[in-house]
């Protein structure tokens, strides 16, 4: 059966949406279960990342935190204690 340009389209999106149509709805159900809040900072792994305002903030399923940017980080705590040097040997 041969498509014209116009039905390829619409028979990839029947196909994947047939595939991975639980994926997507589980995906935005755990999207739309979790509330978006502001925030000056996050902290996560003992490290606290501070904004310069409130930004949209919020979580992953997996824990992770998401900021709506671009973002302006004021500070970060605890401060990196020392500088990365890498040395490219050929």
Known sequence: ?????HERPLVF?????????FIL???????HAIPLTAATSISQYGI????DKDYPT???INGD?????PVTVASV???PSQAITVKIVE
């Open 13 to 21: 999106f029947y196909k994947f949406m047939k595939k991975h149509f």
């Open 1 to 5: 059966m041969l498509l014209s340009p």
């Open 25 to 31: 709805f589980l995906v935005s159900l755990c999207v």
């Open 48 to 51: 606290t990342w501070t904004f």
């Open 77 to 79: 705590s605890p401060a």
């Open 65 to 69: 935190w998401w900021v709506v940017g």
């Open 58 to 60: 919020g979580q992953f």
